[in-house]
């Protein structure tokens, strides 16, 4: 399989680099994280210049229409400078639903504004356990009842898709304005910097226009998710490769019995042994992007678990071997490395862990 990128995928992940390079420095960064918003409206702005929260936006919406290789590229980028703004959520997985369910008038009135850095909209699937939120249809649409919990950047959404379950058992998407009657954001901040949100649903009218696709779309939810997936493993190279290069250059300078640390053997293996589950999570971060799309559900979801895995592996090692050559050090928010292993640590979890994952790498072999 060849892997070499084309012209304009290597100039996108180059200008990509670049902007970040010149505008989301590690106390910059600090900055956002530290204010009331959690994200920065001059950042986002700059991003939607660049056209990359039009990547995956349909041409005749005015978007790029550019595919998960290229979304992966830019995560990576992203990754390598630990963004915390709300782009996979949003220009990627929300993004990829319209795009996916939405009817001409929905493409239109969401993509458009979402691509242009206008609005920011989320998608609300998970559930505590045992829960399940209900669609009941009534009169010219439906009422949501139920909540949504650990909802990445919910807080900041002014559009949220919201999946229900109906009475005949079929999984809807719903668009709910989450300043309308019924809906409560419970807001925390997250372990890698973020913020997410409980969101509860009580007797929330959704009129019929705003439901998403028709009849049973938990297939085309999978699939939907998948594609975040694919760029969730391409945004870990990147935290992975800034974990080991920081890692690598404090071996150099930090110096025991009058000689760099790095010279010791035994902690030049350790390093060695970061850089092949880097390298490990590069192959399976490609292998996914090249997957996402997969029209045979099998294979895709096959090849995604086992990318899944490979790199969660390499979060947890990478990132527990990044904090201990550095030592006491090493969990400290001066220094970008525990930054990166909490980054590490919540990309494990999200979208599924990898003991889930393993899980459904069985399941799919057997299917």
């Not at 920081?246 to 030049?268: D, S």
Request: with cysteine; net charge negative; aromatic share 6%.
């Amino acid at each position: 399989m060849d892997f070499t990128f084309t012209d304009e995928q290597t100039m996108l992940f180059d200008m990509t680099t670049r902007y970040l390079g010149n505008e989301y420095g590690f106390e910059k960064r600090a900055s956002i994280i530290a204010s009331d918003a959690g994200m920065s409206e001059a950042v986002w702005r700059g991003i939607a210049d660049l056209g990359l929260l039009a990547l995956l936006v349909p041409e005749e919406n005015g978007g790029a229409a550019a595919g998960p290789v290229e979304t992966m590229l830019v995560m990576s980028a992203f990754g390598k400078a630990l963004l915390v703004e709300p782009y996979l959520a949003s220009a990627v997985v929300a993004t990829s639903a319209i795009a996916r369910l939405g009817d001409a008038r929905q493409r239109e009135t969401w993509l458009e504004p979402m691509g242009a850095g206008d609005l920011i909209a989320i998608v609300a699937h998970d559930e505590p356990h045992g829960g399940a939120t209900r669609a009941t249809a009534v009169g010219g649409g439906f009422l949501l009842d139920g909540r949504k919990t650990m909802v990445a950047h919910a807080g900041r959404a002014g559009l949220l898709l919201v999946s229900a379950r109906s009475d005949d058992g079929a999984v809807g998407l719903f668009a709910v304005d989450p300043a309308q009657p019924g809906v409560k954001l419970v807001t925390y901040p997250t372990v890698d910097g973020g913020r997410a949100a409980d969101v509860v649903l009580s007797q929330v009218h959704v009129a019929d226009a705003n439901r998403l696709g028709a009849g049973d779309v938990s297939e085309d939810l999978a699939a939907i998710l998948d594609i975040g997936l694919a760029a969730l493993c391409g945004e870990a190279l990147g935290v992975l490769q800034r974990s080991l290069d920081a890692t690598i250059e404090y071996t150099r300078t930090r110096k025991q019995f009058g000689q760099p640390i790095g010279k010791f053997q035994a902690l030049r293996h350790r390093m060695a042994d970061m850089l092949i589950h880097v390298e490990q999570s590069r192959s399976m971060a490609y292998l996914a992007a090249v997957r996402a799309d997969e029209a045979d559900v099998a294979v895709r979801e096959r090849a995604l678990s086992a990318a899944k895995v490979v790199v969660g592996e390499a979060c947890r090692f990478v990132g527990q071997q990044a904090v201990q050559l550095h030592g006491g050090m090493g969990v400290t928010d001066e220094l970008d490395v525990s930054h990166c292993f909490k980054r590490l640590f919540a990309i494990e979890k999200t979208f599924g862990s990898t003991r889930e994952h393993l899980s459904r790498f069985s399941r799919a072999l057997v299917a």
